[in-house]
């Protein structure tokens, strides 16, 4: 594959966030109301579409749980095939749970429903209270550690270098300060006008636009975009219709939710044009 520019996600990819953001999703829901669903449960969500945002994954996932106190037979996959059937994400889940439940009981859920709440604890647990009052200004109420220490390093030094030999981009659903914890750890450098984190534009992926501008700064015509989900595949995909002057490629990783031959396939029936084991093997690729 012959590409002028590389564009990487960071989690599932250069940072493995198994024990950080998606314990920090089952825990969160868990500290508020005292039941939660399976880390392995996540991945449903997220191949569901439209939850590149963590925070709109917990919400939604917690509307499950408030949903089965009230509906204690509606599955996970029933739940999570009504969001993809509706286009994916939070306005999704929302819509899913008015199909499913009664009036009453839909306005009831809503009512115990506290977006707020869950973000903050998911912040604290996640930050640890010291970096949670840095970064978010408040005083936390909760005396936590955090688990964005709980993140091992997935790109190899070796590899790390080779990518010297393109230009390299981010293209992530963290928020920039969040971002630039995970860069440092990592060792790579990224220019700020070279990089999309939450705080660089509103739509998220799959929506084709950030990447199509990273596109455009570098002046490429041939663009690799890595990451561990398939809203990262559609993110490519779509920047290949919206800009048909430029080759997209998106390259999935076995490193995050999606692993194995069942994760290669969803991949692949994606639009992925290849699937690697992890990012080190991105040079040979490339070469």
């Known amino acids: 594959m012959n590409v002028d520019a590389i564009i990487l996600d960071i989690d599932g990819v250069l940072v493995d966030v198994a ?9 969160s829901i868990d500290h508020v109301y005292g ?7 996540i991945q449903a969500f997220k191949n569901a579409g439209g939850f590149n945002n963590d925070w709109e994954l917990t919400y939604a996932a917690a509307l499950y749980v408030l949903a089965t106190r009230e509906k204690p037979y509606l599955s996970l996959e029933t739940y999570t095939g009504l969001i993809a059937a509706s286009g994916g994400g939070l306005d999704a889940a929302r819509t899913a749970i008015a199909d499913e439940l009664e ?38 109420d909760l005396d936590t550690e ?30 920039e300060a969040e971002a630039d914890i995970a860069l440092d750890r990592v060792g790579l450098e990224v220019a700020d ?14 929506d084709p636009e950030a990447l199509v501008t990273l596109a455009e700064r570098f002046d490429a015509s041939r663009i690799a975009f890595v990451g561990d989900t398939l809203d990262d595949i559609r993110t490519a995909t779509n920047a290949a219709e919206a800009d048909s002057t430029r080759e997209y490629h998106g390259i999935g990783v076995l490193t995050g939710g999606l692993t194995g031959e069942e994760g290669r396939r969803r991949y692949e029936s994606a639009g ?9 093997d991105l040079p040979g690729l490339l070469e």
């Open 19 to 27: 024990d950080s953001y998606r314990r920090a999703i089952v825990e």
């Open 146 to 175: 955090g688990f964005i220490h709980d993140e091992p390093v997935l790109l190899d030094d070796s590899t790390r270098e080779a990518l010297e030999s393109w230009d390299v981009g981010v293209l992530t659903g963290r928020p």
């Open 193 to 206: 006008d070279h990089r999309f984190t939450m705080d660089d534009w509103d739509a998220g992926k799959p």
């Open 272 to 280: 992925a044009s290849a699937v690697l084991d992890s990012v080190n």
């Open 103 to 140: 009036p009453a009981a839909r306005e009831q859920i809503l009512a115990d429903w506290d977006r707020q709440r869950l973000r903050e604890v998911f912040q604290q647990l996640y930050l640890g209270s010291e970096l949670y009052q840095q970064l978010e200004g408040e005083e936390p």
């Open 35 to 41: 039941d939660t669903i399976e880390k392995a449960d």
